[in-house]
């Protein structure tokens, strides 16, 4: 009996002990009608092999280990970077659950989100009494300043129509007339959870901007100075909008962040649970069609809300998670350019410390070669940050990505030397990247938890960037947009190459290579 | 803080009917008929809780619950390690539970195991359109040529397949016949069905029976049983609570033939009829099929709860009573080689937890099961409530478990929940990650009691330790000490002092 009073064992080392080793030997030998380990092993050559990669490209009904979520996890993340805000999901409560959990473990935060509660009832007969009851029980418990809805793959396969449903509760006293409702049809089977988040934004923005659903005027736009930021689906939401926000007020520029949940995903621990913190105001919310221009941290996140917004008159541009020094260069530029606000000296001086930062270090970096996936925006911001550095971005993938991404990669591979060998992969998934590795290795992988798997496959160490990022804590509070992020990320990257090298160096017996000084 | 030690059973009832009939003003009338049905104080002597349970959940509220493919797959089928499980429909669902429930096992994975791996057809726009079912044969031959050592596959349904009627039964049998009668099976677990996971659990159940015992061949069969042979039905092994448990029944000269599900294979599944006895951990999710083994095969199954030391040696001897005295013998061997660990492990952590409290609120059988081993370190349930029980989980609570005046709450709800644990104040709140932080920030200790908060084991004698130490930490973290800044809190004295 290994356990101990005094030296608790769990799980890590419990049943590394020899009579668990012993029992589970057992349990294969005598009961699993287990393969033959030689074959086994056989099998897992083959599969690292350019023949099993041939055949797991040309696979087109399954995917394996995609990298991207569903639509209704990103209008809920939009939905809650507006103040007061209740998301309410359409469709079978099961899917709430998840968007919860998943955000939840990602970001070590409660996440609030209703669903109407659909069960076969509901599917025979369409959801409105759900809509009615579900919108009337969350007014009166929740006590939200707006109810932000989105649909599940149920709703949208039985087609109930949110516009009508939402009309008739109000007729029918669920909430009072003049409360805030917006909506939006999120369908898990279109696009990922980026399209959700698009979809979520443009729809409160049009319930502002566009007559509430025929029960206001619509606004009439008139142009101020400010200048709207939209940050778009991010798991460094917290640490980037408050990053964004800095630069903002260094540069003296006003502005409105759309969507802001950097607060409802970083409420501090004093005794008080905060269902609502912070978030974009309502007044704010309807105000920001007055604004000079929209700008976007994610081009894929938000192509819908910028044409959106960009047909009430406003100039808007989208950037590409900005990481980086040229992209956040061009970040600060083009406020420049739109405000008329010159750059302070305050962000020269952190540009010059990136800077200084990436002349210390390049040499460790200069050359290696990286596989990256996650979202397309995220894989391009990234991508991009490597080609300065100096490194080989050899493998780019993304599961959420399209053709019009995937051109966009390969120009800015075509931008850089360092990108000559460099390939994107739009629609892909992590089973199609394990062969990539197996294939074509590179020294190190960039991307979210799920890419452990591939680490521990391949030999590939991982860097953790991306969401979800469920093993590791707090990496969502700190920054990767701005030169400060750019420095964050930089760190990071350098950790994982200094840590590889002491792990292949620390070997009893040798003394070379080993070193303190680097 | 324990509100138990300073009133009377009475008071103590009258308390908790007050914090119930408060709770229920927030709601719209119709609502507060509905949900006043789900919450009670339990009376002592009483057959069940009081509560009803197994309803739809309101709309609009916060429930906790999931939904039937969050049981089938999430829970029943997903840990089988050797068969490759389909997500079939849409990306979400899979993503969602994809290596989230810390259903231990040994393998090789993806090569000749696969619960880590998410696998789903992805459904797009034109799938809703035009049916399913062409895809789901193609996805199933790049499966076979992809994973070759994959020794079955199940089909686990989304909202979608059922609403556009797909045939996914005729495309299980046509392929299992292409492939030489490989086990392919068909689970109708679209999240809309039923009104939580449960029913996900009986579906699931159900085509265990269907798909695999019904298909059993005597090739599949091929299985040298003996007169102690058991099966370890209903545990999922989380962070390998299975494996805690199995090793107590071999040392009592038990051979355990198979695990369900957790660490669990095909041949596993295929070799349970030949059992002489099921033991069942979680009655909820899998009593339907252990049942229907008793009328079909004649094995008898009997519950078990390896949750502290009280009921793990009854669990042993329970367990053993089935058997010879060659296995009584040893049940009381195991029992008494493990008693001086529980003595360390009580000695060590009972004074620091004596008298403290607790609220659950969790799924299957932990509301009820692990409150033996809070009482084993002298703490006390004061409210407790099922994500997804049935009439029979309450009426198992009421007669084994709870005390006088707790505090039962069905299908409890972000909104009750919060306020109840406002006004009990309990010293720990053990329930999941969507409730985890919502108690932290009030500054309550909480553990999730789903996934052990990433730790564990807690089954068997080994787990025991884990389970003391993990309360330990929870609730005497220094931690909760740094809840309020001390200016605030002089700030807080002052005024009460002024009043």
């Known amino acids: ?518 | 803080m324990s509100f138990a030690r300073t009133e009377s059973i009475e008071e103590i009832k009258a308390r908790n009917k007050d914090i119930i009939q408060e709770v229920l003003t927030v709601y719209p009338e119709k609502t507060a008929k509905r949900r006043a049905k789900h919450l009670n104080v339990h009376e002592a002597g009483k057959a069940d809780c009081g509560v009803k349970s197994n309803l739809k959940s309101i709309p609009g509220v916060m429930t906790i619950r999931g939904c039937a493919y969050a049981g089938s797959k999430g829970v029943v089928w997903g840990p089988i390690k050797d068969m490759i499980h389909i997500s079939h429909g849409p990306v979400g669902c899979g993503q969602y539970s994809w290596g989230s429930r810390r259903n231990y096992y040994a393998g090789t994975t993806g090569i000749d195991t696969f619960v880590t791996l998410q696998f789903t057809s992805d459904f797009q726009e034109k799938d809703i359109v035009f049916g399913g079912d062409k895809k789901l044969v193609k996805l199933i031959d790049e499966l076979q040529e992809l994973f070759p050592l994959n020794n079955g596959i199940t089909i686990q349904s989304e909202c979608p397949i059922g609403l556009i009627g797909d045939d996914i039964e005729a495309v299980s049998k046509a392929k299992s016949k292409e492939y030489g009668g490989k086990t392919i099976v068909p689970v109708r677990c679209e999240g809309f069905r039923g009104v939580s996971q449960s029913l996900g659990h009986h579906i699931a159940n159900d085509a265990v029976r269907d798909w695999i015992f019904d298909r059993l061949t005597p090739e599949k069969t091929r299985f040298e049983p003996s007169p102690y042979d058991v099966a370890i039905i209903g545990d999922y092994n989380i962070s390998g609570d299975a494996w805690s448990s199995r090793i107590l029944l071999e040392e009592m000269g038990l051979r355990v033939i198979a695990q369900w599900s957790g660490d669990g294979s095909l041949a596993e599944l295929e070799a349970t009829p030949k059992a002489k006895l099921n033991i069942l951990h979680c009655y909820r999710s899998m009593n339907y099929i252990s049942r229907h083994m008793e009328e079909k095969f004649g094995i008898p199954w009997c519950e078990y709860n390896f949750f502290g030391p009280s009921k793990i040696a009854e669990s042993l001897r329970k367990i053993a009573g089935y058997f010879d005295d060659r296995i009584k013998e040893g049940a009381e061997r195991v029992i008494v080689k493990y008693q001086p660990l529980v003595d360390a492990v009580v000695a060590k952590y009972r004074p620091r937890l004596e008298g403290k409290t607790v609220m659950l609120f969790v799924g299957g059988l932990r509301p009820r099961h692990v409150i033996g081993a809070y009482e084993d370190l002298g703490m006390e349930v004061v409210g407790t409530g099922y994500e997804f029980g049935h009439n029979d989980d309450y009426q198992r609570t009421a007669q084994h478990y709870v005390k006088d005046g707790t505090l039962i709450y069905d299908d409890v709800n972000g909104y009750e929940f919060e306020r109840f644990v406002e006004k009990m104040q309990p010293d720990l709140v053990g329930s999941g990650i969507k409730e985890k932080y919502v108690f932290q920030k009030m500054g309550v200790p909480f553990r999730q009691m789903h996934s052990w908060d990433y730790s564990g084991p807690y089954h068997g004698y080994d787990g025991f330790p884990i389970f003391a130490r993990d309360m330990d930490m929870a609730i005497n973290s220094p931690v909760w000490r740094k809840t309020k800044a001390p200016w605030k809190a002089v700030a807080e004295a002052r005024l009460l002092a002024a009043e």
Request: aromatic residues 10%.
């Open chain 1, 1 to 518: 009996m290994a356990q101990n009073a005094e030296h608790v064992l769990d799980h890590v080392e419990l049943f590394r002990g020899p009579e668990y080793q012993q029992m589970l030997a057992n349990k294969k030998k005598m009961f699993e009608n287990s393969r033959d380990p030689a074959e086994v092993e056989r099998i897992r050559e083959w599969s690292k092999t350019p023949e099993y990669r041939e055949k797991n490209f040309a696979r087109e009904a399954l995917t394996i280990n995609p990298a991207k979520a569903c639509q209704p996890l990103g209008a809920v993340f939009a939905s809650v970077g507006f103040e007061g805000t209740l998301p309410f999901v359409h469709g079978s409560q099961g899917c709430v659950a998840y968007y919860r959990s998943h955000l939840s473990r990602h970001f070590k935060e409660p996440s609030s989100c209703v669903s109407s509660s659909m069960t076969e009832d509901a599917a025979v007969f369409g959801g409105l009494n759900n809509m009615t009851d579900g919108l009337a029980n969350s007014y009166n418990m929740y006590k939200p300043k707006m109810i932000a809805v989105s649909t599940t793959c149920m709703a949208e396969v039985i087609g109930d129509d949110l516009n009508a449903f939402i009309k008739t509760s109000k007729e029918k006293g669920s909430v009072p007339q003049d409360f805030d409702v917006p909506f939006a049809h999120t369908p898990a089977f279109v696009g990922s959870h980026i399209t959700g988040y698009d979809n979520a934004l443009k729809g409160i923005l049009e319930h502002f901007w566009d007559g509430k659903a025929g029960t206001a005027p619509k606004l009439e736009r008139v142009p101020n100075e400010k200048i709207n930021f939209i940050g778009g689906f991010d798991g460094y939401t917290v640490g980037n909008t408050r990053e964004i926000k800095r630069i903002f007020d260094l540069m003296d520029v006003r502005y409105t962040i759309l969507a802001d949940n950097s607060d409802v995903f970083d409420t501090p621990t004093d005794g008080e649970f905060r269902m609502y913190d912070g978030g974009t105001t309502l007044e704010d919310a309807a105000n920001a069609v007055h604004a000079k221009a929209t700008i976007s941290a994610q081009q894929w996140c938000t192509e819908k809300t910028l044409a959106f917004i960009a047909g009430h008159g406003q100039e808007v541009l989208a950037f590409n998670h900005p990481v980086g020094v040229s992209a956040t260069d061009d970040l600060l530029m083009a406020l420049s350019r739109i405000t008329g606000k010159e750059i302070p000296e305050a962000l020269a001086r952190e540009r010059g410390r990136l800077v200084d930062a990436m002349a210390d270090s390049s040499a460790h970096i200069h050359g290696k070669k990286f596989a990256i996936y996650g979202d397309p925006d995220l894989c391009y911001g990234l991508t991009a940050f490597l080609l300065e550095l100096g490194a080989e971005p050899v493998h780019v993938l993304s599961t959420n990505g399209n053709k019009a991404w995937e051109h966009k990669m390969q120009a800015l591979f075509a931008s850089s030397p360092f990108g000559r060998n460099c390939h994107a992969y739009p629609g892909r998934d992590l089973w199609h990247m394990r062969s990539l590795l197996f294939t074509e290795p590179v020294d190190f992988l960039i991307g979210n938890t799920h890419g452990k798997y591939l680490e521990r496959d391949t030999s590939t160490p991982l860097i953790r960037i991306g969401f979800p990022i469920f093993d590791r804590h707090h990496h969502h509070r700190s920054p990767v947009w701005g030169y400060q992020g750019g420095m964050n990320v930089l760190v990071k990257i350098l950790d994982k190459i200094f840590d590889e090298i002491d792990r292949k160096t620390s070997v009893a017996g040798t003394d070379y290579s080993f070193d303190i000084i680097r």
